[in-house]
Nanobody, 120 residues
Framework: QVQVVESGGGLVQAGGSLRLSCAISGTISVINSMGWYRQAPGKQRELVAS???????NYADFVKGRFTISRDNARVAVYLQMNSLKPEDTAVYYC??????????????WGQGTQVTVSS
């Protein structure tokens, strides 16, 4: 069984920084892409950033230049460094991976989310 667990959320003032972490465990053979999504109240979940197995990154326009995604293949983890936070960044942030396991083949796995609140 695959587990995806986020941590690092919290309350921060505008202009501040937070670093989100996502730990993955379970019977996974291969992890392809890893990403961070967010969902604000009353809004749809949206992609924030993603990173491929080869290290190529993709960012939503609203975080370019402020957020950085990285992955640690040895520790099977993905991180999101968030700088210059704005009140509109307030949301629940979710970690998502696309991985292969012998039981399920290729599938997408999600964490439970971590709350990020940015005060003005």
């Amino acid at each position: 069984q695959v587990q995806v667990v986020e941590s690092g959320g919290g309350l921060v003032q505008a202009g501040g920084s937070l670093r989100l972490s996502c730990a993955i465990s379970g019977t996974i053979s291969v992890i392809n892409s890893m990403g961070w999504y967010r969902q604000a109240p009353g809004k749809q979940r949206e992609l924030v950033a993603s990173i491929t197995a080869g290290g190529s990154t993709n960012y939503a326009d609203f975080v370019k230049g402020r957020f950085t995604i990285s992955r640690d293949n040895a520790r099977v983890a993905v991180y999101l460094q968030m700088n210059s936070l704005k009140p509109e960044d307030t949301a629940v942030y979710y970690c998502q991976i696309r991985a292969y396991s012998d039981d399920a083949g290729w599938d997408d796995y999600w964490g439970q989310g971590t709350q990020v609140t940015v005060s003005s």
